[in-house]
């Protein structure tokens, strides 16, 4: 009976143990299971964040190349005037020299005018025409110049971190004070509607390819984009904006989107005018940040509790 009991007791300790061990096990497994889930939850975050990366750079990319091309064609065609202007300027030397030949072999009596007068009067009068044409193209190119390399500063500065994504993130660039924001939902219709510093209508929206078409009416003259991407800025040169306005669309929904519009805070003429204002402004008094002169007294009140 006692060898019984003790066999009894000894099965008793072994299914203990074995029990313990089972439990061990499965806890380790658990323990195995949620870090392996953790894993992968975070290698998928991380493999989202470097997709929308590459895609902004390849948008970048693109903008930055044709802005190049665009300026390349620029420049070809002044290169292409200057020397048609220089060679039409050698033949008006030679066609003079010529005159001159001819000149000398007639008499010295009372000029009269003739065929080759009225054809090198011409000839001046088209030359001009052209030193004309050629200094309103090399304006036109300084201009385009001054254009594209903003528009080229401001592909880096989206490079940057410049642009907003989320909400959250465009609030972070209203809290820097340097553009005003206009966040706003547009729905497809042929109506316009007025945003910001900007006229705009919705004309198509692709949820699936994540792009869309857009009307504006800048400056009364009415353009269109087609084909935006998402995220992609649109960057825009008003008359009365001393930078370039910016369209943002963060969310493309079926005949919706949602974005923001930025725009210079200060017009060039508030510019010039707080120019003035700090250059007379006396160095001890104390001009608070938005360049009112009236708000320079000092305030004499007792604070308020």
Known sequence: MREHDEMNEHEHTLETTESGRNRGLVIALLVLL?????????????????????AQQSVSDATISQMQGQLSSVTSKLNDMTAAQQAQAQADAEKQADKKTSASTTHTGAHRPTAADKRYKQLQAQLAEQQKELKDTQDLVAKN??????????????????????HEELVVLQKRGERNYTEFDLMKAKQFQRIGPLTLSLR??????????????VDDNQMSKKKVNLYEPIWIHTENESQPVQIVVMRIEKNLIHGYVSAPKYKPS???????????????AHVPPNGNASQTQPNTNPPQQ
């Open 34 to 54: 949620g870090v392996a889930g953790v894993a992968l939850g975070y290698g998928y975050h991380q493999q989202t964040l470097v997709g929308h990366l590459t």
């Open 145 to 166: 110049r001054t254009d594209l390399e903003g528009n080229i500063s401001s592909t880096r500065d989206e490079l940057n971190g410049s642009i907003a994504r989320t």
């Open 204 to 217: 198509r929206a692709n949820t699936k390819h994540k792009n869309y078409d857009i009307e504006m009416i």
């Open 270 to 284: 508030e510019l010039a005018t707080s120019g003035a204002a700090s250059t007379l402004t006396p160095v001890a």
